[in-house]
């Protein structure tokens, strides 16, 4: 009957510690970008082109590229990410950022933080500098 408390005990204490490594992971960054700035963007100041931007803070890090045509985003592409977002979110963001042709959006629900990390890369891309024509 020990042997079975001790082991029952064992395989608690791996659970809590697993249990605390991923929640640790999850929330690394997490305030850091909830305060984070989004200024906008004057498209009306951006030639044609691609632009890649990168947004870094631990586990919320992405790097876009943003196609811009007669000074409007046409298409913004993940190259890298590492938000680990719900299913859907990084395309609800992309289509209200090109529908208002803004990164003035309103949040996505449930995923602040990937929106806010998604909107930097994106005024990143397009107040860095074109990759290519």
Known sequence: MKKLFLIVFAVFVGFILVS?????????????????????????????GVYQGTYENRRFSNTLEVHVENHEIVDIIVIDDMTLTQDGVTEEVFARVMALQS???????????????????????????????
């Open 103 to 133: 990164t003035d959006i309103d949040m996505v629900a449930g995923a602040s933080v990937t929106t806010t990390a998604y909107l930097k890369a994106i005024e990143n891309a397009l107040k860095g500098g074109m990759i290519h024509e």
């Open 20 to 48: 605390s490594g991923v929640l640790f992971f999850l929330s690394r960054g997490l305030d850091e970008t909830l305060e984070v700035e989004i200024v906008g963007i004057d498209l009306s100041n951006v030639e044609d």
